[in-house]
């Protein structure tokens, strides 16, 4: 019993050092496989260097691209030219004159020409901020003939801009009427004083242009639907309100937009 039990270890130790043997021969040549295959996953010293450079890479790559936008804003602001927002007209002024840029400007129907439509409606005085230039003389007339007088001054520079402008139209009229509720109201909270009356403007426009119908589109802009004959088929008409003052020097207006 001794001998046999001492030949079984020695049979299980020979089989043993051969399986060693193969699991060592195998592991050589995997080794040696992945020593000389360019697309072994592991990573030396130098793949991981290589790693850095490409994340280094992509960081460059990044701080070009914001250099590059910065150099394109520098250009836009060096070579396009400015509106010429002080633009002042002369005895001589024509609407013609202060769009003579690019003719791209005068001859399409794009963005492109905004700069020098705004110019040129600057130049006529049609911007709301320029209101304070219209007085209208005071011949005795009432607080809304007045209003009236206002109104058809100011809108009616619409029909002084270019052909093409985004604020040209073909026609506009102007329905002024009081509110009087309006009036007292802010007059007991000390908005305005008793020499200024409010009042609701309906103005009823044809646009000259798909720039200009775009542009005039306020929120409570609808087709004309009223029986006025002499009102021309297409046109539009929109709601504001206003102020109407009686100063020294004459009838001042104020159109403040759809609401007060």
């Known amino acids: 019993m001794n001998d046999l039990f001492l030949k079984i270890p020695n049979k299980i130790i020979s089989r043993g050092v051969v399986i060693?043997?193969?699991?060592?021969?195998?592991?050589?040549?995997?080794?040696?496989?992945?020593?000389?295959?360019?697309?072994?996953?592991?990573?030396?010293?130098?793949?991981?260097?290589?790693?850095?450079?490409?994340?280094?890479?992509?960081?460059?790559?990044?701080?070009?691209?914001?250099?590059?936008?910065?150099?394109?804003?520098?250009?836009?602001?060096?070579?396009?030219?400015?509106?010429?927002?002080t633009f002042v007209p002369d005895d001589k002024y024509t609407p013609l004159e202060i769009v003579s840029g690019p003719e791209i400007a005068l001859n399409n129907n794009t963005a492109d020409r905004d700069p020098y439509d705004e110019a040129e409606y600057r130049a006529i005085g049609g911007m709301?901020?320029?209101?304070?230039?219209?007085?209208?003389?005071?011949?005795?007339?009432?607080?809304?003939?007045?209003?009236?007088?206002?109104?058809?001054?100011f809108e009616r520079l619409h029909l002084q801009a270019s052909p093409g402008s985004k604020y040209k139209y073909q026609f506009i009229k102007c329905l002024v009427e009081a509110a009087p509720d309006e009036t007292k109201h802010f007059r007991e909270a000390g908005e305005i004083g008793e020499n200024t009356w409010a009042f609701y403007l309906t103005d009823i426009f044809l646009p000259e242009n798909e720039r200009a119908y775009n542009w005039s589109m306020a929120g409570n802009t609808v087709d004309y639907m009223g029986n006025d004959t002499s009102i021309p088929e297409g046109a539009l008409e929109s709601y504001r309100c206003g102020y109407i003052t009686r100063d020294a020097d004459g009838w001042r207006g104020e159109i403040v937009g759809t609401g007060w």
């Open 128 to 153: 709301y901020d320029q209101q304070d230039q219209i007085i209208i003389p005071d011949r005795g007339q009432d607080y809304l003939q007045a209003a009236q007088e206002y109104c058809d001054a």
């Open 20 to 85: 060693l043997s193969i699991l060592a021969a195998l592991c050589v040549m995997i080794l040696a496989s992945r020593a000389v295959n360019p697309d072994s996953h592991s990573y030396s010293n130098a793949d991981f260097a290589s790693n850095l450079n490409a994340d280094s890479d992509i960081s460059n790559i990044s701080s070009n691209i914001h250099s590059n936008h910065k150099n394109l804003n520098n250009y836009i602001q060096e070579n396009i030219p400015e509106t010429p927002e």
